[in-house]
């Protein structure tokens, strides 16, 4: 699968050492050792490491460091220079993950760490990043209903403080085939993403990094579940007759009112009130709401002060209940990950 962020080793390789735009390029305080035998440089810092550990990690470094070298190749403090195109903090992380100045925490992951793994991990084929990663995005995206709804507070406030994170997570987990992390990572991202920034990307606030956009298949599965997982939710509520004939609407028979409703008029305008906001929450094309709580639906609507009869309001939430978890369980069939995932 095409991705902006697989490795590129040629347009790294072809990166053409820029001497014409000076700039303050600062050494690292932590990451220059006296023995390392290569510096890198980003486009503020420099990094004097060492090639073994680099070439131990990543392939993709290793056959940079292989290729014989012009004459009139750069040298610093008689160590290669090498340019990298790649954003100062993510080779700090780098650097930081690889000398074992960070550890990784089983619980819990600084996210900027997690990122310079899904990033260099994927650009220079370092698999225990990725493979890493995926462990930890498996935890942030869990594959049951309860699971989510208990940690997608979490999730947005992640969103919100690493712009692009939902986008590359999809891609991710396309590219290396976790389905499992799907379903909450496409609710995640269409619950906080509007619909054209789902469609264009967005910009991520490090622009030395290319935008945050789906790839071409993920973007294909995205729209259909978007524009058919709460619709299918809301049929599911309506509660069709057996045959479900929309063509003949005597045969359409929906939950509210029971047959033991007190209040049959005002049940029946209430139930039209609640599904008239499902749609409204599901169509829009900002981002749209997965309703979690039939009582919170309930209190946005405006006429709060005639709710259903006794005898319709535990029947009406028992629904809803059963149908938020059915479309859950059925997102993956939206998202037709038994066709790209064989599931
Ligand atoms: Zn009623």
Same mark, same amino acid.
């Given at each position: 699968m095409s991705s902006n962020l697989q490795p590129n080793t040629k347009r790294k390789r072809e990166t053409p050492v820029n001497d014409d735009a000076p700039r303050e390029v600062e050494r690292s305080t932590q990451f220059w050792f006296d023995d390392g035998n290569v510096v890198l440089q980003t486009q503020t810092m420099q990094f004097r490491v060492h090639r073994s550990l680099l070439s131990l990690h990543s392939p993709i470094m290793k056959d940079c460091f292989a290729c014989p070298q012009p004459g009139d190749a750069p040298l610093l403090e008689g160590c290669p220079l090498v340019h990298l195109? /790649? *954003? =100062?903090? /993510?080779?700090? $992380?780098? !650097? +930081?993950l690889l000398y074992g100045v960070y550890h990784l925490d089983v619980d819990g992951i600084n996210y900027a760490y997690l990122e310079t793994m %899904?990033?260099?991990g994927r650009k220079y084929g370092i698999s225990h990043f990725t493979a890493s990663a995926l462990k930890h995005l498996q935890?942030?995206?869990p594959p049951t209903l309860k699971a989510w709804d208990n940690g !997608? @507070?979490?999730?947005?406030k992640m969103a919100s403080e690493n712009e692009g994170l939902l986008f590359d997570v999809i891609n991710l987990a396309y590219e290396y085939r976790v389905a499992s992390i799907l379903p909450a990572a496409f609710l995640s991202l269409c619950t906080i &993403?509007?619909?054209?920034?789902i469609l264009s990307g967005i910009e991520? *606030?490090?622009h030395h990094r290319p935008l945050a956009a789906l790839n071409h298949q993920p973007m294909l599965d995205c729209m259909r579940a978007r524009m058919t997982f709460i619709p299918s939710f809301i049929c599911g509520i309506v509660n069709f007759m057996e045959g479900d004939d929309l063509d003949d609407e005597s045969k359409?028979?929906?939950?509210? *009112? =029971? +047959?033991? !409703?007190?209040?049959?008029? @005002?049940c029946q305008r209430r139930f039209v009130d609640v599904l008239t906001r499902l749609i409204g929450l599901s169509s829009s094309i900002y981002c749209i709401k997965f309703p979690r709580r039939l009582d919170v639906l309930c209190f946005s609507l405006e006429d709060i002060s005639d709710p259903f009869c006794r005898q319709c309001e535990p029947e009406m939430q028992k629904t809803f209940d059963t149908h938020i978890k059915t479309a859950w369980d059925e997102l *993956?069939? &939206?998202? &037709? %990950?038994?066709? $790209?995932?064989?599931?």
């Open positions: 195109p /790649d *954003p =100062t903090k /993510d080779i700090e $992380n780098f !650097c +930081a %899904m990033y260099m935890k942030l995206f !997608c @507070s979490g999730i947005k &993403h509007k619909l054209d920034e991520r *606030p490090n359409i028979q929906y939950i509210i *009112p =029971t +047959a033991r !409703c007190t209040k049959k008029t @005002s *993956p069939g &939206h998202l &037709h %990950m038994s066709e $790209n995932f064989d599931v």
